[in-house]
């Protein structure tokens, strides 16, 4: 028989939450391959300037989620700030820019080729939009029976990465 030292977590961390956070990071981060592979290669959308801006700026979203929740898994591990807490204040900044120009370019290129080159192009920007909302500032996303009666008891409510930010830039 051999023996497996007990993992470090934080005190009355329940064994559910550190395997909803990996869960959570491995969705976000295998959902960009998957996703790629269902609208270019089983539905065929085309790989045009517009598809491709719109569908990276949506992974780079998921990717930044699937980060964040490694680092959430990793501060129950070591309690204290928010690993890579740094990267985040400025990925909520940057990533700004990068939609604005993504959901511009995105909207120019289907108003001048409106169609299957172009449309999904701008729903891919515009799901990366609302993630980034759902990351960085209000919870959209509600999956689990606690967030949906969370939702109805109180309504909308920052997310977990917002409120990490602002406990950073508290202290």
Do not use: C
């Amino acid at each position: 028989m051999t023996f497996s030292p007990p993992r470090a977590t934080a005190p009355g961390v329940p064994g559910k939450v550190r395997s909803r956070l990996r869960n959570l990071a491995l969705l976000e981060a295998a959902n960009i391959p998957f996703q790629a592979w269902v609208w270019f290669g089983v539905v065929g959308l085309p790989v045009t300037a517009a598809n491709t801006v719109g569908f990276v700026l949506a992974a780079l979203l998921l990717v930044q989620g699937s980060l964040y929740w490694i680092a959430k898994l990793r501060q129950l591990r070591r309690p204290g700030p928010l690993p890579g807490v740094r990267a985040f204040l400025i990925a909520r900044v940057a990533d700004v820019p990068l939609l604005v120009a993504g959901v511009a370019f995105t909207a120019y290129a289907a108003a001048a080729g409106p169609g299957r080159a172009s449309w999904p192009g701008v729903a891919f920007a515009l799901v990366a939009v609302l993630e980034y909302v759902n990351y960085f500032h209000v919870q959209l996303m509600h999956d689990t029976a606690a967030d949906l009666r969370r939702l109805v008891g109180a309504g909308l409510r920052p997310s977990h990465l917002a409120r990490d930010l602002a406990r950073a830039r508290r202290g």
